[in-house]
Each structure stands twice: as C-alpha cells, then as structure tokens.
T-cell receptor, first 116, second 113 residues
Framework: GAVVSQHPSRVICKSGTSVKIECRSLDFQATTMFWYRQFPKQSLMLMATSNEGSKATYEQGVEKDKFLINHASLTLSTLTVTSAHPEDSSFYIC????????????FGSGTRLTVV | GENVEQHPSTLSVQEGDSAVIKCTYSDSASNYFPWYKQELGKGPQLIIDIRSNVGEKKDQRIAVTLNKTAKHFSLHITETQPEDSAVYFCAAIVTGGGNKLTFGTGTQLKVEL
C-alpha cells in the first residue's frame, strides 16, 4: 500500500513553454500532497503544500504564479511550471501522507525537468 | 522552526562492515523520524521510521535509535552490501496539523567491494 505515482519521469522542454507534472496516490486518498525540488547533491526543498479543494500553500521564496498547483481530487495533484527557463531545470518530487497507517510520507519517483 | 543536521555527508565502508549515520533535531516537539534511501534519479524511499515513544527499532539489517533527551537519532546498517550504496536522508516532524517534514542534508553512502 501507499504508492505514489509521478509522471513524467523526465521531460525536456523549450524555454518559455509550460510543463505539467502529475502526482497520483494509487491506493489511498490524499487530502494533502507536497511538492519538492531537488538540486544535484542537495537535500529536498519543499516548494508547496497541495490541499485538495483549496489553494496550495507555498513556501517562502517560491513563486506561486510560476509553479501552479492544482489538487482537484483526492488522488491527483499537478504541478505546472509556467514559462519555464533553464534555471527551472531540476528534479521535482511529490509526496503524500497515507493517513492513519503510521507509515509516514510516501514519495513519487520524481521528474527530471530540463529546460533548453 | 525545526532544524535537522545530518553527519557525515559522505561515508565509505567495506562490504560487510556496518554504517552509522547520525542526525540531530532542534524541535523537542518532533515526534516522528523517518529515514529515506534515495538512489540516483529516483524519489526517496522510506526504509525505516521511529516514533518518539520508542527508543529503538530494527528491521533486518537496518536499525534506528532515538535519544529524545539529546535530540538525536541514528541509522545503523549492518552487513552492508553494494546495493546499500545510495544517499540517505533523515527527517523529523511534529505529526498532525499540516506540519511538514524537515530533512537532513543527506549522506552519500558508498559500499566498496
């Protein structure tokens, strides 16, 4: 149990275009999902908390208009990187907490975004 | 807010030896401490966790210890194998209320043949 599926695993896009990343909880309902960004050889940096049916909560310094988060159902959250630039190239990872199971936070497999 | 420090940043051991990674946290209210293994190009995978009402937990070759008084917890891997080579992250959180995991800086473990 507690499987989080993330797609795509890697994507290359041109500067100025937008990219959507999907995060799905496959066998549980997640009212809250988290989006992280990870640079090479660094720890995970929380970008935002995605709340089902309401607006996401963004961490300080994260541009909400650039990183659009939609959590329209209890099993799906999406992160859209708008008007992507090379500096947005990074590894993006989502996470969800399976409530009541004591197994903590489960992570997706990550998305390697390269903006050229 | 919570601050988690992790040491060492890199660790190289011979196959069959033990590996120990240590973390300290600052918020005495933190009550849940997971450990994650991250292989190159993949998301972190939960390998073991411990709650604040327990001092030690073991799962086959992996164990975690928690010292609430000193606010530190450690990951112990015995009989290391090459497939244990990865980056390991500790984390801490006060569960409930929409709180967020705070991660350590990671340890690159290399198990050499």
């Amino acid at each position: 149990g507690a499987v989080v599926s993330q797609h795509p695993s890697r994507v290359i896009c041109k500067s100025g275009t937008s990219v959507k990343i999907e995060c799905r909880s496959l066998d549980f309902q997640a009212t809250t999902m988290f989006w992280y960004r990870q640079f090479p050889k660094q720890s995970l940096m929380l970008m935002a908390t995605s709340n089902e049916g309401s607006k996401a909560t963004y961490e300080q310094g994260v541009e909400k208009d650039k990183f659009l988060i939609n959590h329209a159902s209890l099993t799906l959250s999406t992160l859209t990187v708008t008007s992507a630039h090379p500096e947005d190239s990074s590894f993006y990872i989502c996470s969800a907490n399976m409530p009541g199971q004591g197994r903590g936070y489960t992570f997706g497999s990550g998305t390697r975004l390269t903006v050229v | 807010g919570e601050n988690v420090e992790q040491h060492p940043s890199t660790l190289s051991v011979q196959e069959g030896d033990s590996a120990v990674i240590k973390c300290t946290y600052s918020d005495s209210a933190s009550n849940y401490f997971p450990w994650y293994k991250q292989e190159l190009g993949k998301g972190p995978q939960l390998i073991i966790d411990i709650r604040s009402n327990v001092g030690e937990k073991k799962d086959q070759r992996i164990a975690v210890t928690l010292n609430k008084t000193a606010k530190h917890f450690s990951l112990h891997i015995t009989e290391t194998q090459p497939e244990d080579s990865a980056v390991y992250f500790c984390a801490a959180i006060v569960t409930g209320g929409g709180n967020k995991l705070t991660f350590g800086t990671g340890t690159q473990l290399k198990v050499e043949l």
